[in-house]
């Protein structure tokens, strides 16, 4: 089945504790992407990838990190995390930006 | 000025009713728009997608684009309680930038 799966689903955590939410994709897309949904401001995108090694800043990347080493993952990283960064995270891959996205099934992060 | 504006709602209308959802945008150099259903604790999913003005339709459901105006909008005829969702627009395809916009999503629901 084709999918986009995401780890943990939930989690909290506490400020300044480093956390990483794993993102992995078996259709072998090559764009992949994080977003962040939060209540009035819908969905706004952190980072995206277009290929292994090749990785940008979306509209809001202060404060995460990401990684593409394999062509399938693309994890996540607050190194510090901050209550603002408590939120609804998605991954989402794609064959191309302006192709259908098809996004995970999203991780609710609280940082306390 | 936000890029993407859309009506967060939410809008609740009876089964069977015609639904209009619309979104405005600020950049006339957007080529691509889309629209994605979101259920309740789930990723968004593609419904419809166009790069022209004009209608594209899709059984019960119809996106129009309107370039001139920088407004799209989608149509649910026949509206069931099944269509009950968030619906976001997004649009993106500006040469050069590897970016699409989402709107901030309207919450739909329909009375059985």
Known sequence: EAQVTQNPRYLITVTGKKLTVTCSQNMNHEYMSWYRQDPGLGLR???YSMNVEVTDKGDVP???KVSRKEKRNFPLILESPSPNQTSLYFCASSSGLLYEQ???PGTRLTVT | QKEVEQDPGPLS?????IVSLNCTYSNSAFQYFMWYRQYSRKGPELLMYTYS???KEDGRFTAQVDKSSKYISL???DSQPSDSA?????IGGIQGAQKLVFGQGTRLTINP
Request: charged fraction near 10%; aromatic fraction near 24%; hydrophobic fraction near 30%.
């Open chain 2, 13 to 17: 209308v009876p089964e069977g009713a």
């Open chain 2, 75 to 77: 149509f649910i005829r």
């Open chain 2, 86 to 90: 968030t619906y976001l627009c997004a």
């Open chain 1, 62 to 64: 202060e404060g995460y």
């Open chain 1, 102 to 104: 098809y996004f995970g």
């Open chain 2, 53 to 55: 003005s004009g209608n």
């Open chain 1, 45 to 47: 995108q952190i980072y």
